[in-house]
C-alpha cells in the first residue's frame, strides 16, 4: 500500500495514472479516489484539480476507445473525484475530520433532494429501475417467472432505491477520502491517522440532529425521511467503526480482535451498522473511550 501511495507522488502523471486506470474496476476505484485525495492533500487545491482533471481526460479517452462513450468519465467526475476534491480540500485546510465528513453528509444529501425533486416521484423511478435489471439477476434463480414475486420486490425495494444508491456514494467517497488521508499520514506522519481516527466524534449537536433524523424515519415512515437516514447510518456507522478501534487500542487487545469484528460485520452488515450507529450516536453522552482504561504497554 505504502508503494502505490508512493508512486502517486512521484509526479502529475503518475498519479493521473492512478486515477484512471482504478476508477472503473469494482473496489478499486477507491484508490483511485485515494490519489486525488493524497494528492491534494499534500500539494494543494490547484494541484488536485490539475492532477485530477488529468485523470478525467484519460478516462474519458480510455472509455472512448473500449466502449465508444465518455459519458460513464463524467459521471464518476460529477460523483466521486468533484465531490473528493472538494472534500479534501476542507480537510487540508481544517485538519478535522469532524468537520469534513458533516461536510460530506451535508453535500450528498443536497444532492440526494436535489435528484428527488427532479425526478417527481422517486418510488416511480426505483420501480422502474428494478423492473430494468430484477429479471436478469432473478432469472437464474427461477423467481422472474413468478409475477407476484417480482411485484412483491419492487414494491418493497421501490422507495428505498433512491437512498441505497446516494448512500453507496457517500460510502465509497467517505473511504476513498480516509484512504487518502491514511496514505497521507503512511508517507508523511506515521501514526497521525491511527490516532486520528481512534478519537473521531462528530459531537452532540451532529448526534442530536441524528436522533431527530431516525426518530421521523421510523415513526412517518415517508420514503424520503427514510432515504435521508441511511445517509446518516453510513456516517454514524463509520464512526462506530472508528469507535470500535478506539475501543481496542485503548484496551490493549490484539490485532485479532479487530479481525473478528470485521469478520463479524462481512456477516451481519445491516444489523451491526445499526448497532454502530446507535452507540456512536449516543457517545458523545456515555463517551465510551474514556470508560476504558489503558492497558499499560497496550497497543
Not at 212 to 236: H, R, T
Request: proline residues 5%; aromatic residues 8%.
Amino acid at each position: 500500500m505504502q508503494g502505490l501511495a508512493s508512486f502517486v507522488m512521484r509526479g502529475r502523471w503518475q498519479a493521473a495514472l492512478v486515477i484512471a486506470g482504478m476508477a472503473l474496476l469494482p473496489v478499486l476505484n477507491l484508490f483511485s479516489g485515494a490519489a486525488l485525495v493524497l494528492v491534494t492533500l499534500r500539494q494543494g487545491l490547484r494541484e488536485g484539480l490539475l492532477t485530477g482533471l488529468l485523470g478525467v481526460a484519460a478516462s474519458a479517452i480510455l472509455l472512448l476507445l473500449l466502449t465508444g462513450s465518455v459519458i460513464p468519465a463524467a459521471g464518476l467526475a460529477g460523483t466521486f473525484w468533484l465531490p473528493l476534491w472538494l472534500l479534501a480540500a476542507i480537510l487540508r485546510y481544517t485538519v478535522a475530520l469532524d468537520k469534513t465528513l458533516p461536510a460530506a453528509l451535508l453535500g450528498v444529501t443536497v444532492a440526494m433532494l436535489a435528484y428527488a425533486a427532479y425526478l417527481g416521484d422517486p418510488t416511480a423511478w426505483g420501480a422502474a429501475l428494478l423492473e430494468q435489471v430484477l429479471e436478469p439477476v432473478l432469472a437464474p434463480l427461477g423467481v422472474a417467472g413468478d409475477a407476484a414475486a417480482l411485484a412483491q420486490v419492487r414494491e418493497l425495494l421501490a422507495p428505498l432505491i433512491l437512498g441505497l444508491i446516494f448512500a453507496n456514494i457517500l460510502f465509497t467517497i467517505l473511504i476513498s477520502l480516509l484512504l487518502g488521508r491514511w496514505w497521507q499520514a503512511l508517507l508523511y506522519y506515521p501514526g497521525g491517522f491511527r490516532r486520528e481516527f481512534h478519537e473521531l466524534r462528530l459531537g452532540r449537536p451532529m448526534a442530536l440532529m441524528a436522533l431527530g433524523v431516525f426518530s421521523l424515519a421510523v415513526l412517518l415512515n415517508q420514503p424520503l425521511l427514510v432515504n435521508l437516514a441511511m445517509l446518516w447510518l453510513v456516517v454514524y456507522a463509520l464512526q462506530g467503526v472508528a469507535l470500535v478501534h478506539g475501543l481496542v487500542a485503548r484496551a490493549g487487545l490484539a490485532l485479532g480482535w479487530l479481525i473478528g469484528f470485521y469478520v463479524l460485520l462481512a456477516l451481519a452488515l445491516p444489523q451491526l451498522a445499526v448497532i454502530l450507529c446507535l452507540l456512536s450516536v449516543l457517545d458523545p453522552w456515555a463517551d465510551f473511550r474514556a470508560r476504558v482504561k489503558p492497558r499499560a504497554g497496550g497497543r
